[in-house]
Each structure stands twice: as C-alpha cells, then as structure tokens.
C-alpha cells in the first residue's frame, strides 16, 4: 500500500465522478462498496458523460473494505453513513474527507476515527448514475458546466484536496468546517424541503404559500446565524430565486420513490441545530412532518 492510494467509499453519482476524474488525473484510486456492487464495478468499470469535460470509460477497480492506510473519500448517501463507518473504522485511513450533506456525519466519523484528521466538505453539481447493475458498466452523467468542492481553509493541503486539483474539478476554500458546511446546508434545506413538500421545481414550490415559505426561510437564517453563518430570510430566497424554476432536489425523488432518504440528514440536521439554539421552528417541524408522511403513504401505496 503507498501512501497515494485513494479510497472513494460510495462508487454512486458523486463517488463515481471522483473517483474516474481522479483515475485519469494519473491518482491511483480505488473504490469501495458492497459485494455485488465492488464486483459490477470491477468487471465493467464506469461509463462517464459530461458536458464540460468529455466522456470516457474508467476503468475502476472496486474492493469490499477500505485498504489499510489509504487517503479516503466517503462520498455516500445519509442512509449509507453507518455502513461507511464501519468500513473506514478498522482501516487507520491516512486522512477522511466527507462529501455527504448536512453536518451529522462529520460527528460520527470522528468518533469512529480517534486520532484520524476527518474533514467535511461540500460538492456542487448536478450529477446521476444509472444502468447500476446492469449487463454492461453503470453511467454516471454530469450535467452543465457546475463542479465545485469546498473544503476548510486549513484543509488546503490534505492529501485528497491536493489530489482534487489535478482534475477538473474546482476545488475552493470556505472558512471554517461549519462555515463551509452551513453556506451549502441553508439553501439546499429550503430547497430540498420545499420541492419535496409541493412535489414540484423550486420556482412553483417557492409561490405555493408565500407565508410558509417566508417563515421556513427565517428559521433556517436564524439558525445558520446562529451556527455563525450570518444570513437572512431574504438572502436565502434570493439564492433559491436564482436557480433554475424547474430545478427539483434529490430527496424529492426519494421521496417519490416513497423512501424518506436525506430528510433527516438535511432537514432534521437543521432542526436539532434550531433546538440547541433554542430557535423555534414550526414551519420546519410542519414540513418535516408533512414529507415524513407522503413518503409513506407513497411507499404504501407501492407495496399494496
């Protein structure tokens, strides 16, 4: 094992992105998942399509548990925490930079991790994987011209953010962990929450009740304030008013699929940061609740 192994736990849409643009950056990368999946992978490597910065085949390879020493890049869904976890615990990683949203993963990986440098960090970009499992290798799909990587301004020289820059990717610094991780989280709550509630791109979920909306976007203001990311109601809704009306969340589609996904992750993670602040927050228990709800009555309605 040399000390620039890479290791990309999560081979899904953003962990297939880095991991291929790192491979053919010249890294020396390997990625981690579950057996079936470690298997497809290394039998039919990766299909990637962009339309910035062409389209390739990577050749992957894919192991079961992360190799003993590696640099690493968790890069899974909130679901896929724990199991992340447990992979990277037992394997006295060199270094860990997180890529999940929200803020709860980075407390638990440290915990896991004593006496490891873990680092949380964010990813921009509109990127999906399909044909997982399929006869011939998955394609991960990169849409416009948007991939961003933001870590702490004292994360500038690990290994991977070092790594990063030789590819395509933009790799950005942003102050302080939770400055970086809140300057995402305060927008991508409101936009997940709202496009999931009202089942629509965020230009009509932002009109569907104006007083709803406006109370949501306080309470995430004052608590990214709180966190010591000064923000305002009006400037949140000048960001969301930015993006394109049709863009629609990730955890929409879960929640579609009837799964809750990230809703805990990123909404809840907003929550219990209100409550420590003792920040009242009644239009974000509502929605909260209300999409707990119809991702159930949806994943009913699919078993029935």
């Not at 997940?192 to 306080?218: K, M, N, Q, V």
């Not at 969340?249 to 602040?277: F, K, P, T």
């Amino acid at each position: 094992m040399t000390e620039s192994r890479t290791a990309v736990v999560g081979p899904g849409a953003i962990g297939g992105l880095v991991a291929a643009m790192l491979q053919r950056a010249g890294h020396d990368v390997v990625v981690v998942a579950r057996a079936g999946t470690a298997r497809h992978v290394t039998e039919h490597g990766l299909d990637v399509t962009t339309d910035e910065f062409g389209s390739w085949h990577a050749p992957l390879t894919a192991v079961t548990e992360v190799p003993r020493g590696a640099r690493v890049v968790v890069a899974v869904k909130a679901e896929g925490l724990a199991d992340a976890v447990r992979l990277v615990e037992h394997a006295e990683p060199a270094e860990v930079v997180a890529l999940l949203n929200g803020l709860d993963h980075v407390d638990a990986l440290r915990a896991a991790l004593p006496g490891v440098r873990v680092v949380g960090a964010t990813i921009a970009g509109e990127t999906l994987r399909t044909g997982a499992g399929g006869p011939g290798p998955a394609l991960v799909r990169h849409r416009g011209t948007l991939l961003r990587v933001v870590v702490p301004d004292d994360a500038a020289d690990l290994g991977v953010v070092t790594a990063l820059r030789d590819t395509p990717i933009e790799v950005l610094t942003g102050g302080t962990e939770a400055e970086v991780l809140w300057k995402k989280l305060r927008f991508l709550a409101p936009l997940a929450l709202l496009t999931s509630t009202w089942g629509s791109g965020i230009g009509e979920a932002l009109t569907r009740d104006d007083g709803l909306t406006a109370g949501l976007l306080a309470e995430i203001a004052a608590t990214a304030t709180a966190e010591g990311v000064p923000t305002t109601g009006e400037e949140l809704r000048g960001i969301l008013d930015g993006f394109p009306a049709t863009m629609r969340s990730s955890l929409q589609a879960d929640v579609e699929a009837g799964h809750v996904g990230e809703l805990d992750a990123i909404g809840g993670a907003v929550r219990r940061r209100a409550a420590d602040h003792r920040i009242a927050a009644p239009m974000l228990d509502d929605l909260l609740g209300r999409i707990a709800h119809r991702a159930a009555e949806i994943g009913a309605g699919a078993q029935a």
